[in-house]
């Protein structure tokens, strides 16, 4: 098992440009995230999913789009770039159930720029 | 609201003192769940513990131990005899139990970049 995969690992944008993130994973799971980490504010959420084809906003969820049309995938888009979306993404899933808690399995991060 | 905060944003301890991170935690939930986690400079996030909120007994891994008390909503971790590999950002995280559609979002603390010198 390969767990939760992100590409690209590094990107370097230019103001205005647009870009997909792509979360993929191989647990069958429900739950899809994604999070940005930037200095000294921990992962904050951006989107999430419950399941496929549903998407909510999370906590900081202005500038970006995501789509989960299949299960294994969750896609992050960038319309238009800003330099303020500089930051490290991260993306997570998690097994689905109501019973206790599932882990969350992160992916190992996107390192994004924007000038 | 959720809201989890580590007042300790840079600590530097010598090898083989022992350290404490701190996590306070606010949340209106009864049933919730704490976790930490540890990001080593390469950057990926290191799984390390879950608790439960109906489970207040402290937790001892190796050199590594967790306090959780819920009456002063802390969840604190202590490394014995630190190690240079210790060194990492460490985050508390905090997730609601949550039902049906409810993400179980990990609300974050800020982080305590850990320090050990050899």
């Known amino acids: 098992n390969a767990g939760v995969t992100q590409t690209p690992k590094f990107r370097v944008l230019k103001t205005g440009q647009s870009m997909t993130l792509l979360c993929a994973q191989d647990?069958?799971?429900?739950?899809m995230y994604w999070y940005r980490q930037d200095p000294g504010m921990g992962l904050r959420l951006i989107h999430y999913?419950?399941?496929?084809?549903?998407?909510a906003k999370g906590e900081v969820p202005d500038g970006y789009n995501v789509s989960r049309l299949k299960k294994q995938n969750f896609l992050l888009g960038l319309e238009s770039a800003a330099p303020s979306q500089t930051s490290v993404y991260f993306c997570a899933s998690r097994a689905g159930g109501t019973g206790s808690y599932n882990e969350q399995f992160f992916g190992p991060g996107t390192r994004l720029t924007v000038l | 609201a959720q809201k989890v905060t580590q007042a300790q944003t840079e600590i530097s301890v010598v090898e083989k003192e022992d350290v404490t991170l701190d996590c306070v935690y606010e949340t209106r939930d009864t049933t919730y769940y704490l976790f930490w986690y540890k990001q080593p400079p390469s950057g990926e996030l290191v799984f390390l513990i879950r608790?439960?909120?109906?489970?207040?007994q402290n937790e001892i891994s190796g050199r590594y131990s967790w306090n959780f008390q819920k009456s002063t909503s802390s969840f604190n971790f202590t490394i014995t005899a630190s190690q240079v590999v210790d060194s990492a950002v460490y985050f508390c995280?905090?997730?609601?139990?949550?039902?049906?559609?409810?993400?179980?979002?990990?609300?974050f603390g800020s982080g305590t970049q850990l320090t050990v010198l050899p």
């Open positions: 995280a905090l997730s609601e139990r949550g039902f049906g559609g409810s993400a179980r979002q990990l609300t």
């Open positions: 647990m069958n799971h429900e739950y």
């Open positions: 999913s419950v399941g496929e084809g549903t998407t």
């Open positions: 608790r439960n909120s109906f489970d207040e």
